[in-house]
């Protein structure tokens, strides 16, 4: 069974620009997840979809952006790039979501974006 | 208030020996679940282990076990004989039920194993 795939695994950009990054989930499962980790701030939850809608959102500004597909694969965008938007940016995905899930998340390797 | 709490920042463990790493959570939901992961410098999120809120026995999985101690609000990781490939990093996480996916992690702990 595949894991979580997450694409690309690094990218550098400067700042201004914008990138899109994608995540397939484990077949079957229709929660994604979005988190960013940074040495200062540690593991932050962007947000997350279910069966193509945000479920809930985290504290980070309106640059970061996201969508899932029909097919449970997601991309988030991160517009207008700063420098501390360098960062691991994790996917996770699960089955479910809420109260009908009580299992863990499956992370990928993570897309490492640096902005200079 | 932190939702997760992990007061060390760095570990040492002698290979073969056991080593608790501490974890307290602050939540008032009464259904919630508590995780652990290890991160490798690859950087991929390993789960392993689970414990949730109104579970009884403490969990395990094979070298790891779940210290709960829920009126302390504690969750803390034991691995018992520690293996060189246990050097990583380790989170604490809880997922609270009403806020669906969303992990609250801790700052995690560095572990390393000397031979």
């Known amino acids: ?116 | 208030a932190q939702k997760i709490t992990q007061t060390q920042p760095g570990m040492f463990v002698q290979e073969k020996e056991a080593v608790t790493l501490d974890c307290t959570y602050d939540t008032s939901d009464p259904s919630y679940g508590l995780f652990w992961y290890k991160q490798p410098s690859s950087g991929e999120m390993i789960f392993l282990i689970y414990q949730g809120s109104y579970d009884q026995q403490n969990a395990t999985e094979g070298r790891y076990s779940l210290n709960f101690q829920k009126a302390r609000k504690s969750a803390n990781l034991v691995i018992s004989a520690s293996q060189l490939g246990d050097s990583a990093m380790y989170f604490c996480a809880m997922r609270e039920t009403n806020t669906g996916n969303q992990f609250y992690f801790g700052t995690g702990t560095s572990l390393t194993v000397i031979p």
């Open chain 1, 1 to 116: 069974k595949a894991g979580v795939t997450q694409t690309p695994r690094y990218l550098i950009k400067t700042r201004g620009q914008q990138v899109t990054l994608s995540c397939s989930p484990i077949s079957g499962h229709r929660s994604v997840s979005w988190y960013q980790q940074t040495p200062g701030q540690g593991l932050q939850f962007l947000f997350e979809y279910f069966s193509e809608t945000q479920r809930n959102k985290g504290n980070f500004p309106g640059r970061f952006s996201g969508r899932q597909f029909s097919n449970s694969r997601s991309e988030m965008n991160v517009s207008t790039l700063e420098l501390g938007d360098s960062a691991l940016y994790l996917c996770a995905s699960s089955w479910g979501t809420g109260e009908y899930n009580t299992g863990e998340l499956f992370f990928g390797e993570g897309s490492r974006l640096t902005v200079l």
